[in-house]
């Protein structure tokens, strides 16, 4: 796994975490995870962690591409993911059911 880390002042925020690149020929599906402010204090970081955790007990990390990014504007419910340009609001006790009822299929229905 390769993460890049950004140090700001004393925190430690994840910016961009590839997990795993598509193959030549094969797509891949885009998670964008905000860790934001907002977001950081919803649980953005243990989504993170336990997306992490699914791609890899799933086997899909050839397939499936981490990002993070800051505000999205929808830091009212949950940490904003976006999947495929679809915004998401996703907490640490829903993170395998999104991953499992969005992310899955998204990858099934990958030409």
């Given amino acids: 796994m390769s993460y890049q880390y950004y140090y700001i002042d004393t925190e430690i925020l994840i910016v961009s975490f ?9 797509s891949a599906v885009r ?7 907002s977001c950081h204090l919803k649980g953005s970081r243990e989504v993170v ?20 990014t800051f505000c999205m504007g929808r830091c009212q419910s949950g940490v904003s993911v976006l999947v ?6 996703v907490l640490p006790e829903t993170a395998e059911a999104f ?6 299929p998204a990858l099934h229905s990958q030409p």
Wanted: glycine share 14%.
């Fill in 31 to 37: 998670i964008s995870i905000c860790v934001g402010s």
């Fill in 49 to 68: 962690e336990l997306l992490e955790r699914l791609i890899g007990q799933y086997g899909v990390g050839d397939r499936v591409e981490l990002a993070g």
């Fill in 18 to 26: 590839p997990f795993g690149y598509a193959r030549k020929g094969e």
């Fill in 99 to 104: 991953f499992t009822s969005i992310v899955l």
């Fill in 84 to 89: 495929e340009n679809t915004a998401y609001s």
